[in-house]
């Protein structure tokens, strides 16, 4: 029933999404159709269809909206300074870090980048301003990190390859560190284990210089 109407809903999302987003916008339509298979009206499952589309496409651009906003904010009560380096650190990130491997990549870079460097308040805003502009990026809310600490939860539509995950990345709204990361796995493959699942997480307390 839906396979007819599928062609027509993508054109409809990717006219109001950037393509990152589409499809996961489109895998996530169909989903939560199948899901109530049992509600769908016969005679208007096209209608319907369309109806949740609007609202997946709805929720993901505010959720867009959100992120960036909030970035903002917290990269302005960073850094006063004009100069915050967002368009160097942007290419920066891309070093080991294809960007054909889509918007969750860019979270991996900056969490090899806080964990292998110490960031003062300027790159701190730069890399935040990067984030901010990552396609697809939605705001989770606020959230309690592994440490216990209170920070806002970002993640960006997955379009890597492999298993299905979701990449979440928090931050401190205050400072702009990067508290956590986190890597949910969807599907489990030929994996012994029960899904969904976090697989690999990281805790970031301390961001300092040793001594030589």
Sequence with gaps: ??????????????????????????????????????????????????????????????????????????????????????AAMAVYLTENHPPGNGPAEILAAMADLVRDRVLGPARRAALLRVLAEVPGLIYRGGTTDRAGRRGEAFMPPNRHGGLASERTLIVDPVTGRLLDTEILLLEKGRLDVRTPCVYQYEIHTVSEFADP
């Design 1 to 86: 029933m839906y396979r007819e109407h599928h062609q027509a809903l993508e054109r409809y999302v990717r006219r109001r999404v950037d393509d990152d987003s589409a499809a996961d916008l489109v895998a996530e339509i169909f989903a939560v159709a199948w899901r109530r298979i049992h509600d769908v009206p016969r005679a208007d499952a096209r209608l319907w269809l369309f109806g949740v589309g609007r609202n997946v496409v709805a929720n993901h651009l505010r959720g867009s909206g959100r992120a960036y906003r909030l970035i903002e904010k917290v990269a302005a009560n960073t850094v006063t300074q004009a100069d915050d380096h967002a």
